[in-house]
């Protein structure tokens, strides 16, 4: 394995650090991992190193960077704040370049899920995609599990009659909340269903992982299917929830927990499906379809949080 | 900016800034913090290479072993290691920047770490030591409590089942061995007298010590030892124009 760092984009602005395997197979698709939230490429204890080198072992190129603005990439010189999908497509085309890849999968972490979605989303070179803690959607049995675990657990009932005290007395909220910090929106339902349904149609790999920090929002392990039905039968798919996890796979057992999913799902849905077939688009993902089919499940009305992380 | 790999089996990581306009004599060698405190002044290092790049200043920063972007994986680092990584890192700048002086610019651990190096025979005839602990006991006991309180506060909204311990040997997810601990206690911002010139960079919330040299009030509190403060990004521009400033007045 071999680490290189490389400068690419408008005035070369951007930078990142590619792992090359021993062997580089350009008809492989490379992984982008972009950086989360405000921690710079190397991710929140070095996850990011340590995926890459990982993905490396497997024979990926891929390619951590930083966005605009974050860590060592510079800002674009308009003053502007930058864009997540042209900062990755500048990645790709340096790839291209180069003669690593010509398909990719981008690998992303919470605001880096968020980046590696806006970019399927539009760019038909994205083969694959792995969303770790990405967008988040109530169902009606997360609604309840969640207020089972309120009730069955004086503490939480002494903090929010705690809070309710607070607030009734006009305390400003002071308390700490890790969930408090907000580094993207995520699209309404219907935006994430249609989106969902346009991978699927372009024969996407997909792999999903929640894990148990946002309790209030995903905390149970079909919850996605619950609320995207025809994903459960799409068999390029990989669900994944880890409820003793933490957002920022805080010790290492969660970090190798994480790497061991991802290589299997690599290993099971690139490596294994390249050996039999080209993967190929079968649509463009330019298609503006905003319209879902009719038989998407109506969206329940639970009043929900949006996702804050 | 360039990035680039240096040190033996190029092992280590850094990213050069080269100066605006005519170099000074003098050049300066980054520091970092270490751990959750390397992340959050990550995006501001940065920044303030640029400021003292366009006031003329060469600087290099780097990520010592076994932390961001250096080769090792190994994270069970060692003091013994990490005054390597800078004696490395002081000559590689020295070399390429031909400046004639090095300025160690410590940020917290990177402070003492700093000072250590140049009492271990590192070459620097100026230091600036930014929000120096006055000992690593007190440093590494104030990530200790933060660690305490930041699984505290987050357990209170998991279920019990779910709530997350730390770990011995670990501080807020980074490994932390009892032989680094017991080696980094006893570091202090002593400068030697080899350092001619010596700046405390204090900020706004930052405790009073006396020490030699000259003391350079920053105009942002820094929010070191304040839990709420883990998750997010420090970058006060005006901090940086300060330290910037200061060096530009007071180093050739």
Same mark, same amino acid.
């Given at each position: 394995m /071999?680490?290189?760092? @490389?400068q690419f984009g408008p005035e070369r602005r951007l930078i990142g650090i590619l792992s090359l395997p021993e062997t580089v197979d350009p008809s492989l698709p490379a992984i982008i991992v972009p950086n989360t939230g405000v921690e710079h490429r190397v991710g929140p204890n070095r996850l990011h190193i340590r995926l890459c080198r990982a993905f490396a072992r497997l024979g990926f190129v891929s390619l951590r960077m930083d966005m605009s603005g974050m860590g060592d990439s510079g800002l674009p010189p308009d003053g502007g704040r930058g864009d997540p999908v042209s900062d990755m497509q500048a990645a790709m085309e340096q790839l291209q370049r180069m003669k690593l890849a010509s398909k990719f999968i981008p690998v992303g972490l919470c605001s880096g899920g968020n980046d590696a979605h806006l970019l399927a989303r539009v760019d038909d070179r994205v083969v694959a995609a792995a969303f770790i803690d990405h967008y988040q959607y109530r169902t009606p049995r997360a609604f309840f599990i969640q207020l089972a675990q309120k009730l069955s657990d004086p503490r939480r009932i002494g903090n929010f009659l705690r809070r309710k005290w607070a607030e009734l007395s006009g305390k400003p909220r002071t308390e700490y909340d890790p969930n408090l910090v907000n580094f993207f929106e995520q699209p309404s339902r219907g935006q994430f269903l249609g989106d969902l349904e346009r991978f699927m149609r372009r024969r996407m790999a997909l792999f999903f992982l929640y894990t148990g920090?946002?309790?209030n929002v995903y905390n149970y392990a079909d919850q996605l299917y619950d609320v995207c039905p025809r994903l459960r039968d799409y068999p390029l798919q990989s669900l994944h929830y880890v409820p003793r996890c933490d957002h920022t796979f805080t010790h290492e057992e969660m970090r190798a927990q994480l790497i061991a999913v991802l290589e299997r799902?690599?290993?099971?849905? @690139?490596? /294994?499906?390249e050996d039999e077939d080209e993967i190929d688009v079968v649509e463009s &993902?330019?298609?503006? !379809?905003?319209? *879902?089919p009719q038989d998407f499940p109506a969206f329940s009305p639970l009043p929900g949080k949006m996702l804050s992380r | 900016m360039e990035p680039l790999y240096f040190g033996p089996g190029g092992r280590l990581f850094g990213l050069r800034s080269e100066p605006i306009g005519p170099a000074r004599k003098t050049a300066i060698l980054i520091c970092h913090s270490w751990g959750v405190e390397y992340m959050r002044s990550y995006r501001a290092l940065f920044l303030l290479a640029q400021q003292l !790049? &366009?006031? !003329?200043?060469?600087t290099l920063r780097f990520d010592y072993s076994g932390t961001g972007d250096a080769a090792e994986m190994n994270e069970d680092a060692t003091l013994e290691r990490w005054v390597e990584d800078i004696r490395c890192a002081a000559d590689e700048l020295r070399a390429l920047s031909g400046a004639d002086h090095i300025c160690l610019l410590g940020l917290r *651990? !990177? &402070? *003492?770490l700093a000072m250590r190096a140049a009492s271990s025979g590192v070459q620097a005839e100026a230091a600036a030591l930014w929000d120096a602990p006055e000992s690593g006991r007190r440093w590494i006991g104030e990530l200790q409590e933060l660690d305490r309180l930041h699984? &505290?506060?987050k357990n209170r909204y998991l279920p019990p089942k779910l709530a997350l311990q730390p770990l011995p040997g670990e501080i807020l997810g980074r490994r932390w061995p009892e032989e680094l601990d017991a080696s980094v206690s006893p570091l202090t911002p002593l400068a030697p007298h080899s350092v001619a010139q010596l700046f405390h960079l204090r900020s706004a919330d930052a405790i009073e010590m006396s020490l030699d040299g000259e003391a350079i009030k920053l105009p942002d509190p820094a929010h070191w030892n304040d839990v709420t403060w883990i998750t997010r990004p420090w970058i006060p521009a005006s901090t940086q124009r300060v330290i910037a400033d200061a060096l530009a007045e007071r180093l050739q």
């Open positions: /071999k680490e290189r760092a @490389i920090e946002n309790q799902w690599l290993t099971t849905h @690139i490596l /294994k499906r &993902a330019n298609d503006p !379809g905003g319209d *879902l | !790049g &366009a006031r !003329g200043f060469e *651990l !990177g &402070a *003492l699984y &505290a506060h």
